[in-house]
C-alpha cells in the first residue's frame, strides 16, 4: 500500500520560513519523480517544484530563488525548503509520487502566510 504523508505546514508572517517533509512507503523511492504542488482556494492545483530520480529539479518561477526541493533516498523522503514567505504562498501542499503506474497523493498540509 502506497503512503505519502506530508508534515511542517503551519502559520508563519510574511518573510518567514518553513520546511515541508514527505515520507513516503510502497513505492520505489529511488526511481520515482516527486513532486510538491499546492491548492490555494478558489484555485486549481499547482507545481510548486518537482524533483527526478536523478535529483533533477524544477520550479515554478513564482516560488523560483525561494524554495528548495531536496530528496533523501535512503529514509525515502522528500522535502521542501520554503523561505522569504508571502501570503501568496498560502495554499494546502500536497506530495506527490509520479510512479509508471499511476500518480500517488499525500493527504497535503496547510501553509498559511500572514501579511
Known amino acids: 500500500q502506497v503512503q505519502l504523508v506530508e508534515s511542517g505546514g503551519g502559520l508563519v508572517q510574511g518573510g518567514g520560513s518553513l520546511r515541508l517533509s514527505c515520507t513516503t512507503s510502497?513505492?520505489?523511492?529511488?526511481?520515482?519523480?516527486m513532486g510538491w504542488y499546492r491548492q490555494a482556494p478558489g484555485k486549481q492545483r499547482e507545481l510548486v517544484a518537482s524533483?527526478?530520480?536523478?535529483?533533477?529539479?524544477n520550479y515554478a518561477d513564482s516560488v523560483k530563488g525561494r524554495f528548495t526541493i531536496s530528496r533523501d533516498n535512503a529514509k525515502n523522503t522528500v522535502d521542501l525548503q520554503m523561505n522569504s514567505l508571502k501570503p501568496e504562498d498560502t495554499a494546502v501542499y500536497y506530495c506527490?509520487?509520479?510512479?509508471?503506474?499511476?500518480?500517488?497523493w499525500g493527504q497535503g498540509t496547510q501553509v498559511t502566510v500572514s501579511s
Open positions: 524533483i527526478t530520480s536523478g535529483s533533477s529539479t
Open positions: 506527490n509520487a509520479a510512479t509508471i503506474v499511476n500518480n500517488y
Open positions: 510502497g513505492i520505489i523511492f529511488r526511481r520515482v519523480t
